[in-house]
């Protein structure tokens, strides 16, 4: 049996909400409507009754011709008994051409791996909130919370044919997930509480996971994009090792068993050129690098990534077929040529050398992608994300190295003087050209997380007289010559330092209009524009003051909390040595002393075993004291900034009008990009 | 001669070794490795690396070992020819390289050769006719050259080849020949594709000879014997080719060998730029990501390159002025 | 030039020659510098280059680090010299700023009626003129309206600054670069390469080895690495010296090349040989007889070396290793106009390149004049 449960509220009005958003900035906002660019979501229809399948069965000419010569099975044979029939966005597409994309080399792998999003049990769907089957059909949680049950479809097949089966995931537990020379350190999304789970093969195409304590949470975590639930392509590539399956049939050889030794293995690997076994694996798992490596996506790689051009073709054992029966993906194929910097990407994209292009493609350049358009005969879309803050600044509560600016940087009052001191309407357009959202870090108001009326605005709007008055009251009164507040210790100026990174915006150029409008109450920021390694290698030592970075993510706090509360040490802007103690139980790190911050860990940590009801309640809990306290000085969000301008090629059918961006929703592969075809 | 030619060699090597050591420490300088920089560019797909995990990959890299130790390892393999695995790209340094060396070596040349053909002729013209509009024009537009930033001119030469012309934008090749073996056409293609990034990098290098052509030529054309040739009444193209212009040369040819590094540091960002498939951004890229095994070998096979060039030119300097033939001390 | 040959070279009678005969080189090199009129033009165009340096403050119109959306990318403002009547007085025209939501762009729009008159000895933000003087006077700027009503001569960037005040400021940054710089490797150049050449023997070949390994290495990556070994926490200011020493570390190769050639080539001449055999100090060979001799190189490699200087900070700039925001440099300004929309929105940006140009051209022009004015043989 099959409980699809609706993950919160539908977010399908988004855009509405969005647009009538309450502030009315410098230039009307709801003017954006005008545009014309931003549409409704909208996506495929998953059809789940069988009743409604179609009964014959059509192939791309290339297979039909490798059938023909017997190179490969018929079609019928090659699909599952339970079959994955989609409905297109408009019609039933023909099958043929190559998708051009841009990428930046091998360490764009996220370009591919996300259009392979459908190689996860489940996914969400175009609203970003709805579980939809795909490599399972169905799902369960026990009433304890204890077991969770995946059902697979049954039939289903790796791109190299061979089964698709409960086993693949007992492989991945035992020798991948299993193996400490693989895998150091059990991950969070598979021990609730510190506690071990399992994973356990009940028959050919049942799985269950168990544990030792109800964790609820786990079936939203399966249905994120999440290190259990993400998939093959993204969790297994570029030297990641999580994923919950793997295809055993084929990597069993480079792992220990009975038969084969560490030691032969690393012989092995030596005399293929690796340095070790575990080095072998890590390209032989990956599919960006591994053309062998049979895979569950649409396509499959045929010149691998660390090429002037990254190659994918159709996998012939593709699972899903239109309501007409045609096998899926329409696409030849997927060509992805590197870049060198991204003004080159950017305007290939406006010449039409590419038929759709999300990624890379910069807000800043919107008039003069809009001006190409009929030139490079191509179509624009805004997508707008749904998390709150593109720029956010935490306030790093561990910070040691200086105690004045540590006292400063833990004073709640001074924080939400900083914060009331930013014009985000400012912000918004100038960088954002007035598209974005300004407010709190919170979640978009059509996100069942979102804390309620008021917390977009809650020390978020500007008030500089009001950030003078608290910045008086705090006792920071003394200011010099130029206006700017004095330390209190040694009546030097107080110099902040806000370590900024130029990636996926343009950050050092934002902090530096906020450091202006800091200015205008007497306080001065240093922007350290910092290369993005050195960067997280501070955050990491504990070294920064402040951190500017986006909170994507956050919109579904459970399943990528680390943009929002300190619970990760490899990402913790607003306090490392406080995610070193929660990650690690109290063995490392510091506690926090502030009970605010520490009424958060517990919240969060308390969450895993609470049921969906509950455990919403508790994320706006988590969300008002954050807001509250202003941890992280949320400012402008919810933007098409990233990956949300699309630029799409007028030959290109079936496409969305609008895109679910969000990390779970996997932009653009949510939108199964299988049934996108060329017209023409 | 042959021993000066022998201790040149041993001292090439020498310096070869220096450069293995100095690039090494390059790419050591910055704080942290490649381990942070993977786990700095895993943030955006939502993954993480457990400080266990990022320690069993620098075990797997050797990168937890002191330095000096990375270093012999390291060099124990390039003398055998092996210059490991690229962190970043998963594949033998060498390959990921490949065809890239080539291509930047064929753009240096042909900056080069560009570079040469425009400035000796002009700076032998200006340094005779000194003070002439011509000579005036000239060096005008030389240090145009200098003086406007290439990445800046490489941009706008871009992006007016795509608002009005249509151009392809960046590359070596066109979109048909990207994918393409290689054959007559795909190398007729590059061919097409050369003139404009040589042009941008053979700009920034021209002023500056043109300018020490002319210097050095002024001072040989008003030594004695230049005069004595005149009275003797040879022919004024005689009089100036036949040993003046050779002695100008030779401060010139003590730079010809490092002109590559100058064409290839030059090219990295004209590469980054007009997105090139050239090691300059491979190179820019192995370093911000810390991919110590492929900074280290562009970096050694560049520095090689250029003590070779610096050889070569040392050579030429023998032969173009005797006097430091003479001079030579053992 | 034969021309140039045969004045100098002739015979002196006249009162006039006979100061020539008397004269300093210093005072002979004034004087030919003199007669090369394009060298003196260019000259002058430094020297004002650099008064501009020192009175950045004072010449800008708006503070250079003031932000505003509401005036992003506004194009260089029309100056109207004439008012309605005729008289001269030149203004310009309020703008009121709405951005097209169909092309996404900013579109400003003059208010003929709103006119704002220019004046001169202002009141605007302030600064320490020369570093000393407290003051809040500025050239130029509007008779009234508010601060984010500024005169923008040569428009905005994106964060809505004013640009011209940007420029004067980034002047200041990047021409003393290149001086600190130049001064650097001129010492170290001259100082390396003339022990090498002098001396030969084996400081010669560690000399020659290390500036041979330090070329052989491409500059970007070994300033890639210094740069990015420089501590993080370091003020904008310690990293504007560092990056100019960086620049300067490499900067001084060159030079030591030129010097210890015309060593080398120098040595076996006759009037050196001659000045050995008359017993002759090594030292007084040196500064009497060799340098003299070189000098013109040493000024005309100096000439080159300083343009160098001013494009490697820009070239650092861009990779965006050298200088950054908030600091201002002309590499800084052009690292803003490097990308797609400043070329198609907001192509005024561009004009950072022009003074980068000036100063190199007259720079050159200079050093040219020098050099040959300073030619012993001239």
Redesign the interface.
């Given at each position: 049996m099959r409980s699809i449960r609706r993950l919160p509220a539908a977010l399908g009005a988004a855009a509405a909400v969005i647009l009538a958003s309450p502030s009315e900035p410098?230039?009307a906002q709801n003017?954006?409507a005008?545009?014309g660019l931003i549409g409704e979501l909208e996506g495929v229809t998953i059809i789940t009754d069988p009743a409604q399948w179609p009964t014959s069965f059509n192939e791309a000419p290339e297979l039909a011709e490798m059938v023909a010569s017997g190179a490969l099975p018929p079609v019928e044979e090659r699909l599952p008994e339970d079959l994955m029939v989609i409905q297109p966005v408009g019609e039933i597409g023909q099958y043929g051409g190559i998708w051009r994309r841009g990428f930046t080399?091998?360490?764009d792998n996220?370009n591919g791996?996300r259009i392979q999003a459908s190689d996860r049990p489940i996914l969400v769907d175009h609203t970003g909130a709805t579980p939809r089957p795909s490599l399972a059909k169905g799902w369960q949680m026990s009433e304890d919370g204890k077991t969770f049950t995946l059902n697979l479809r049954r039939g289903l097949k790796w791109s190299d044919g061979d089964p698709f089966t409960a086993d693949d995931f007992v492989f991945w537990y035992e020798d991948i997930y299993g193996n400490p020379?693989i895998?150091?350190?059990p991950i969070p999304d598979m021990t609730p509480e510190g506690k071990p789970g399992r994973i356990v093969k009940a028959d050919d195409y049942t799985v269950n996971f168990e544990f030792d304590v109800p964790f609820f949470l786990f079936e939203e975590l399966m249905m994120g994009?999440?290190?259990i639930g993400?998939g093959q392509a993204?969790?297994q590539s570029?030297?990641?090792?999580?994923g919950g399956y793997a295809p055993g049939h084929y990597l069993a050889q480079y792992v220990p068993s009975d038969t084969k030794s560490v030691e032969e293995l690393d012989a092995e690997a030596k005399a293929e050129?690796?340095?070790?076994w575990?080095?072998r694996l890590?390209?032989k798992k990956?599919w960006t690098?591994n053309p062998e490596l049979p895979v569950l996506g649409p396509f499959r790689t045929v010149q691998p990534i660390?090429n002037?051009?990254w190659?994918m073709e159709r996998n012939p054992y593709y699972w899903a077929v239109d309501t007409a029966g045609n096998q899926l993906p329409y696409f030849d194929g997927v060509?992805m040529?590197?870049?060198?910097?991204l003004?080159?990407l950017?305007?290939?994209a406006?010449?039409g050398?590419y038929d759709l292009q999300e990624r890379h493609i910069?807000l800043?350049?919107?008039?003069?992608i809009?001006?190409n358009q009929e030139a490079g005969n191509y179509t624009v879309h805004l997508d707008l994300a749904f998390n709150g803050a593109d720029a956010i600044y935490q306030f790093n509560q561990t910070y040691d190295a200086d105690p004045e600016i540590a006292k400063w940087l833990t004073n709640t009052d001074f924080r939400r003087a900083l914060s009331l001191a930013i014009d985000r309407?400012?912000?918004?357009?100038?960088?954002w050209?007035?598209v974005a959202t300004p407010g709190s870090p919170a979640p978009g108001e059509v996100l069942p997380y979102f804390p309620g009326e008021g917390w977009r605005e809650k020390w978020s709007t500007y008030d500089p007289d009001e950030a003078n008055r608290l910045l008086d009251s705090i006792g920071l009164t003394e200011k010099d010559?130029?206006g700017y507040r004095l330390r209190t210790d040694n009546g030097e100026r107080l110099r902040l330092?806000v370590?900024a990174v130029?990636a996926?915006l343009p950050w050092?150029?934002i902090s530096?209009?906020v450091?202006?409008?800091w200015?205008q109450v007497g306080i001065q920021a240093?922007?350290?524009?910092?290369?993005?390694?050195?960067?997280?290698?501070?955050t990491?030592a504990n070294?920064h003051q402040i951190m500017v970075w986006n909170n994507g993510?956050t919109e579904l706090l459970y399943l990528?909390p680390?943009h929002a509360i300190p619970v990760?040490?490899?990402?913790a802007f607003m306090g490392p040595e406080f995610a070193k103690w929660y990650a690690s139980n109290g063995a490392q790190g510091r506690a926090p002393e502030d009970p605010n911050m520490l009424k958060i860990l517990e919240l969060f940590r308390s969450a895993a075993g609470q049921k969906s009801e509950e455990r919403i309640e508790t994320a706006k809990e988590i969300w008002k004291i954050l807001i509250d306290q202003q941890y992280g000085i949320g400012t402008v969000g919810q933007s098409p900034a990233l990956m949300g301008v699309r630029l799409v090629s007028n030959k290109l059918g079936n496409i969305p009008s609008r895109n679910c961006i969000a990390?779970h929703c996997r932009t653009p592969g949510g939108a199964h990009p299988e049934t996108w075809y060329f017209k023409e | 001669m042959i021993t000066y030619i022998t201790r040149r060699l041993v001292l090439a090597l020498v310096t070869c070794w220096a450069i293995s050591v100095i690039s090494f420490i390059i790419i050591q300088l910055p704080p942290g490795d490649f381990v942070n920089s993977y786990i700095a560019n895993l943030s955006a797909s939502g993954s993480m690396v457990s400080a266990a995990e990022a320690d069993a990959m620098r075990e797997q890299y050797g990168l937890n070992r002191p330095i000096w130790v990375q270093y012999g390892k390291w060099m124990g393999r390039v003398l055998q020819g092996d210059f490991g695995m690229s962190m970043e790209w998963g594949r033998p340094v060498l390959e990921v390289i490949g065809d890239r060396l080539w291509l930047t070596i064929v753009i240096s040349i042909a900056a080069i050769i560009l570079t040469w053909g425009i400035a000796l002729p002009i700076g032998i013209y200006s340094a005779v006719r000194q003070y002439s509009i011509a000579d005036y024009i000239f060096t005008l537009i030389g240090f145009i050259g200098l003086a406007v930033p290439n990445f800046l001119l490489a941009l706008i030469i871009m992006y007016l080849g795509f608002k009005y012309f249509g151009a392809n934008i960046g590359g070596l090749f066109s979109p048909e020949y990207d994918l393409a073996p290689w054959s007559w056409d795909k190398v007729w293609d590059l061919m097409s594709h050369l003139p404009l990034p040589a042009f941008i990098l053979a700009l920034a290098g021209t002023a500056q000879l043109i300018r020490i052509m002319r210097a050095n030529l002024l001072d040989e054309l008003r030594r004695p014997y230049v005069t004595t040739a005149r009275a003797r009444g040879l022919q004024e193209w005689r009089v100036i080719m036949k040993y003046p212009v050779r002695a100008a040369l030779n401060p010139f040819a003590s730079t010809i060998g490092y002109l590559l590094p100058f064409v290839v540091s030059g090219s990295i960002v004209v590469s980054l730029v007009l997105s090139l498939p050239t090691v300059g951004p491979l190179l820019l890229r192995a370093l911000v990501a810390q991919d110590m095994f492929l900074a280290g070998a562009i970096v050694l096979l560049l520095g090689v390159l250029t003590v070779i060039g610096t050889f070569l030119s040392d050579l030429m300097l023998m032969w173009i002025d005797p006097r430091i033939r003479a001079g030579m001390h053992g | 030039m034969s021309a140039a040959i045969s004045t100098a070279a002739a015979p002196v009678t006249t009162a006039a020659e006979e100061k020539v005969a008397v004269a300093t080189q210093l005072q002979l090199t004034w004087w030919r510098f003199r007669r090369h009129k394009v060298a003196v033009a260019s000259g002058v165009i430094v020297l004002f280059f650099y008064l501009v340096a020192v009175l950045a403050d004072f010449l800008a119109t708006n503070d250079p680090y003031a932000t505003l959306a509401a005036r992003s990318y506004i194009p260089p403002q029309e100056i109207h010299w004439f008012d309605a009547d005729g008289s001269f007085r030149p203004h310009v025209f309020a703008l009121e700023g709405k951005r097209d939501m169909k092309t996404f762009r900013l579109v400003y729009v003059a208010d003929p009626e709103d006119k704002r008159y220019l004046e001169l000895f202002v009141d605007g933000y302030p600064y320490r003129l020369l570093g000393l003087f407290e003051t809040n006077l500025h050239l130029l700027g509007l008779d009234r309206g508010a601060p984010e009503e500024a005169l923008f001569l040569l428009g905005t960037d994106q964060l809505g600054r004013d640009f011209w005040s940007r420029l004067v400021l980034a002047t200041r940054t990047s021409l003393f670069i290149g001086l600190a710089g130049v001064a650097i490797s001129l010492f170290l150049g001259v100082l390396l390469g003339g022990i090498s050449g002098m001396y030969g023997g084996w400081i010669d070949t560690v000399i020659q080895r290390v500036i041979e390994i330090l070329r052989s290495i491409p500059t970007i990556p070994l300033w890639m690495g210094l740069a990015a070994a420089l501590p993080a926490t370091w003020s904008v200011l310690q990293v504007y010296l560092a990056i100019t020493v960086i620049i300067s570390l490499i900067g001084w190769t060159e030079l030591a090349r030129v010097v210890r050639g015309r060593f080398l080539s120098l040595r076996e001449e006759d009037f050196v040989m001659a000045a050995e055999l008359a017993g002759a100090s090594q030292l007084r060979i040196i500064f009497r007889h060799m340098v003299p001799s070189f000098l013109s190189h040493i000024i005309a490699a100096v000439s080159l070396a300083l343009p160098a200087m001013i494009i490697s900070e820009t070239t650092l700039s861009f990779l965006g290793l050298g200088l950054r925001p908030p600091a201002i440099s002309w590499g800084v300004l052009l690292q803003d106009a490097q990308n797609i929309q400043a070329l198609a929105i907001a192509p005024w940006l561009l004009m950072a390149a022009i003074p980068v140009i000036v100063v190199i051209l007259a720079f050159n022009f200079l050093g040219d004049g020098l050099r040959d004015a300073a030619d012993p043989y001239g």
């Open positions: 410098v230039w003017a954006l005008e545009s080399g091998p360490g996220e791996n020379d895998v150091p350190t994009d999440t290190l993400g993204v969790r570029d030297k990641r090792t999580a050129g690796f340095d070790n575990v080095a890590h390209f990956d690098l660390n002037a051009n190659v060509a040529s590197v870049v060198e910097n003004e080159v950017n305007l290939r406006m010449a050398d910069d800043g350049k919107l008039p003069v809009l001006e309407d400012q912000l918004n357009e100038t960088f050209l007035g010559a130029e330092e370590q130029q996926f050092p150029r530096e209009m450091a202006d409008q200015r240093d922007v350290k524009d910092t290369e993005r390694s050195l960067a997280f290698t501070r990491q070294e993510g990528f680390r990760d040490p490899t990402e990390q | - | -």
